[in-house]
């Protein structure tokens, strides 16, 4: 076991001081809290930048009465922009103006014989949606005082007429949760899907490339003399997979400090603090993390056995690579509907477990005995995979020249037993 564990540390110690790791972490803990701390950014922007300043839209109308309506009605809310009349100006140069953009928008009002409101709002702003939308609450507010006037209607009557409906969604489904433990669910599985599947992806990418990069280097020929292939294989997968578990817990904790530390962004505190989250879909998500990245490692060893060169790593493990991407998008096209039959049954696909059925997990209420039934199916998948994939490790490192295929595994194979 000696030289297990010192395979082990190599393969951790080696990638943990390399300058790119330790780059890589320090920009995707600084990312965490620039992300944590954005609105505070672009609050600062903005009052640098000038940005900060009170949008101002003009207003053109011929009726005194609808024009001290509009601007009661606006002084009586909290809203975003302010409105300006100029008199001396006709509707044409305004237009010129609001051209030169030297406000924000234009806004022309009329009644008409029935006392509907006729507007017309002009902005130099191709993304301008807010504003109109806050205008037209104006407008709509003051047409219905308009109306309830003309019907002789009190303001308990108007009240009583706009009051909204009061309906309550319930799904009874057994394998459904309360809304707002589903909406905390679907934020927490869609992070940690994409965690799991970049994660995946990068580590057994890093397995792989580490074995081409030994082998290339003919320092595989040196290890190989005093530890068993087999022993090599699984020392490399656990060294850099305790390496990717060591990054991502210093990322949560950076991403929980973060978040913790920026008192402003409440409700986003609040919708991330996963108080009506199980503890057992944590508990899962590190489960399929651990499983799944077992499961792409020892293939990527596999694979990477099969190369002398660096450069052909990626050719040959983009099966692998295809693999890890559908499932994700079958786990992304279960987001909206986690039941439909397409994701069940790919969920105890043993290469597409730990993304779907992480999915299903998180968003459904589902019998123990469903998440267990994948655990299984991935822990025979992953010794059965292992078994195999140590006897073409231990033919594969000893292969040179240029790798061809995947028809080299019965090459490797058959080298492993001379």
Request: proline share 3%; aromatic share 10%.
């Amino acid at each position: 076991m000696r030289e297990f564990w010192l395979v082990f540390k190599q393969a951790f110690m080696t990638k943990a001081k390399t300058k790119s790791f330790i780059i890589t972490t320090i920009i995707m803990v600084l990312a965490l809290f620039l992300m944590a701390n954005l609105n505070r950014v672009i609050d600062g922007f903005t009052s640098l930048t000038g940005g900060d300043e009170t949008d101002v839209v003009f207003l053109v109308t011929e009726d005194e009465a609808l024009y001290e309506q509009i601007i009661q009605t606006h002084q009586s809310g909290e809203h975003t922009f302010m409105f300006a009349r100029d008199e001396s100006q006709s509707k044409e140069q305004l237009e010129e103006e609001l051209k030169e953009e030297k406000f924000t928008g234009l806004l022309e009002v009329r009644q008409d014989e029935q006392k509907v409101i006729q507007a017309t709002y002009s902005s130099m702003s191709i993304i301008d949606v807010q504003l109109p939308t806050e205008i037209e609450t104006i407008l709509q507010a003051v047409q219905t005082e308009a109306q309830a006037k003309q019907l002789n209607l009190s303001t308990e009557q108007v009240s009583q007429l706009l009051t909204p409906v009061q309906m309550e969604s319930k799904n009874i489904s057994p394998t459904a949760k309360s809304d707002e433990e589903y909406v905390q669910a679907t934020i927490l599985v869609y992070v940690l899907m994409f965690v799991i599947y970049f994660a995946v992806i990068m580590y057994s990418s890093m397995i792989a490339t580490e074995v081409a990069t030994e082998k290339s280097s003919r320092v595989m020929e040196i290890l190989i003399s005093s530890i068993s292939p087999v022993k090599h294989m699984f020392a490399k997968v656990l060294g850099i997979g305790m390496l990717g578990l060591l990054q991502l817990v210093t990322l949560g904790v950076a991403g929980f400090i973060a978040i913790r530390s920026n008192q402003t962004a409440s409700t986003f505190t609040d919708l991330i603090s996963f108080s009506e989250v199980s503890k057992t879909t944590l508990i899962y998500a590190l489960v399929f993390f651990v499983l799944g990245y077992f499961l792409y490692a020892t293939l990527a060893a596999l694979l990477g056995s099969l190369v002398s060169r660096t450069e052909d790593v990626q050719q040959l493990i983009m099966p692998m690579t295809l693999l890890i991407v559908i499932a994700f998008i079958i786990a992304v096209t279960g987001l909206n509907n986690p039941e439909m039959a397409l994701v069940t049954w790919a969920s105890y696909f043993p290469f597409f477990t730990p993304l779907v059925m992480f999915l299903r997990v998180g968003l459904l209420d589902l019998p123990f005995w469903v998440p267990l039934l994948s655990v299984g199916i991935m822990l025979v998948t992953i010794f059965i995979l292992g078994t195999f994939g140590a006897r073409v490790y231990r033919g594969g490192v000893l292969m040179y020249g240029p790798s061809r295929s995947l028809k080299d595994i019965k090459k490797a194979i058959d080298l492993g037993k001379e």
